[in-house]
């Protein structure tokens, strides 16, 4: 085979693939609706970002950024902090405020999932995110709660869980932990426990706009059965784990009936007046309803009511959503879950000592409320080792015996010269520094963000051994430097430099 055409043939394959799909697809759309569609799918799919209120103001920082970079933006009308970016002089991917986890880029139809949970009157809600990695929605999760109670963002994959870890210390939250089990295992474990639970379900991946994260590929009718088959399992263990009245969203990237419309319409015939399918068409600008029958069966009335996002709708990717209220308890099995106490992978609880003079210690440097902070926030303090931990009470109350990958957010390490403010700490406060901050000149800057120490800082001011928060003269946030004998020395982890 040449090279040329060897290099082709991931095209002709992906274009069979979209051709294969649009006959598939033809049929559940009327005349208008599919030449609406012929005609989307020749427009660019527009990069869309996503804002981190844990870190700023979405609407000023997303203005603020568009001035800076040179973008045109477009509001995302089901995600207030979102939008998609038309054009842009620096792409999205290339700047400091992506690097420190002030925005995550998205897919726009992938921020329709956590838009539908209503948290109002949760202070400290319990939540699971059955199918969490690469993370984007519990990022969003974490956003719609305020990073309080607890996000339990678990994966099946042990081979994602890295990258779901990376995704959730860059967004700075601290109500957070990731685990590694079967999704179908909570709804056993965790009987009528969590508030809300999001289960955006591996699929066949069928939205009809080709991206590097969803290709477009040939799919069997076995493998549609198989998926099916484990989206039904997934869900009815999320609606088991959710409590009676709470809400479980239901997601996919994919438009083929059989793992949408067909996997809620198995779940209504299996649990009859279990939960209620509500209707999305209060919550989105315009019609996108489920369909009603995929030719070979007609589905529960109650499955139109979810949202089926076809490209020409909102100028997304396809997309499928519906939110479930559980109106009663489901009949299964209980099991107990694992139970292996953090304690012994060598964490402890600091005492109530250290904790005092350490947060007295960092509101002295930083002009914060850390202990404040630290109350509102809900979280503890613990050690391993040289490292000190913010982890969430919620936690504790509830889930103290069940391994996790990861939890909360590490605040620094105890060193011989003093404690080091972790990188995730002050990229998530550093804003809100009053004091304990260098600005760079902006010459300066690029060499900063290529990872390298400034000699001769003529803003090193702080003591020696120092941890300061950089900005530069237009004041973004740059990371953290430390002072020490006549420069600035860069801590800015290897993950977030070119």
């Not at 319990?126 to 339990?152: C, I, Q």
């Amino acid at each position: 085979m040449s090279r040329r055409k060897h290099l082709q043939q991931p095209i002709i394959s992906a274009q069979s693939s979209l051709d294969s799909a649009l006959a598939r697809f033809r049929p559940y759309l009327s005349p208008e609706g599919y030449s609406d569609l012929l005609e989307e799918l020749g427009r660019p799919l527009y990069p869309a970002l996503r804002a981190n209120p844990l870190k700023c103001e979405p609407q000023a920082a997303l203005d603020e950024w568009a001035q800076r970079y040179g973008w045109q933006t477009r509001p995302v009308p089901f995600c207030a902090a979102g939008r998609w970016v038309i054009t842009a002089e620096t792409p999205i991917s290339q700047t400091v405020e992506h690097r420190l986890g002030f925005y995550y880029i998205q897919d726009a139809a992938s921020m329709l999932p956590a838009e539908l949970f209503d948290f109002d009157g949760l202070d400290s809600p319990l939540v699971l995110d059955l199918a969490a990695s690469p993370g984007g929605k519990t990022t969003h999760l974490l956003a719609r709660t305020g990073d309080r109670g607890l996000v339990l963002a678990n994966d099946s994959s042990q081979d994602r869980i890295t990258a779901l870890r990376i995704v959730l210390q860059n967004w700075g939250a601290a109500a957070c932990a990731t685990t590694h089990f079967a999704g179908e295992k909570f709804g056993a474990w965790y009987p009528e426990t969590f508030d809300r639970v999001l289960l955006d379900a591996p699929c066949s991946m069928q939205g009809l706009r080709a991206s590097e994260g969803h290709p477009m590929r040939p799919v069997s009718e076995r493998e549609l059965t198989s998926l099916a088959r484990r989206q039904v399992g997934l869900l009815e263990s999320a609606l088991q784990a959710v409590k009676v009245g709470g809400q479980v969203v239901y997601s996919t990237c994919t438009l083929s009936p059989e793992e949408d419309e067909g996997v809620l319409d198995a779940l209504r015939k299996k649990y009859p007046g279990a939960f209620q399918v509500d209707d999305l068409g209060r919550r989105l600008d315009r019609p996108a309803p489920g369909l009603q029958s995929d030719g070979a069966r007609r589905f529960d009335p109650a499955v139109a009511n979810a949202a089926r996002l076809w490209p020409q709708v909102f100028g997304t990717a396809g997309f499928f959503a519906a939110r479930l209220t559980k109106c009663a308890a489901l009949s299964g099995p209980r099991q107990e879950p694992p139970d292996r106490p953090i304690e012994r992978a060598g964490f402890t609880p600091l005492g109530r000592r250290e904790a005092d003079e350490l947060t007295a210690r960092l509101a002295d440097w930083y002009g914060l409320e850390v202990k404040k902070i630290l109350e509102d926030w809900g979280v503890q303090l613990w050690s391993r080792d040289a490292s000190i931990y913010a982890f969430p009470q919620v936690y504790f109350g509830r889930f103290s015996g069940l391994p996790v990958q990861s939890l909360g957010l590490l605040l620094g390490e105890r060193a011989p010269a003093g404690f080091i403010p972790s990188h995730e700490w002050v990229a998530r406060f550093g804003m809100r520094f009053t004091s304990g901050r260098i600005v760079l000149a902006s010459s300066q800057v690029p060499a900063w963000l290529r990872g390298e120490d400034l000699p001769g800082q003529p803003g090193a001011e702080g003591p020696a051994g120092r941890i300061m928060a950089v900005f530069s003269e237009t004041g973004q946030l740059l990371g953290r430097g430390k002072v020490s004998a006549g420069r600035l020395k860069n801590l800015s982890p290897k993950r977030i430099t070119p």
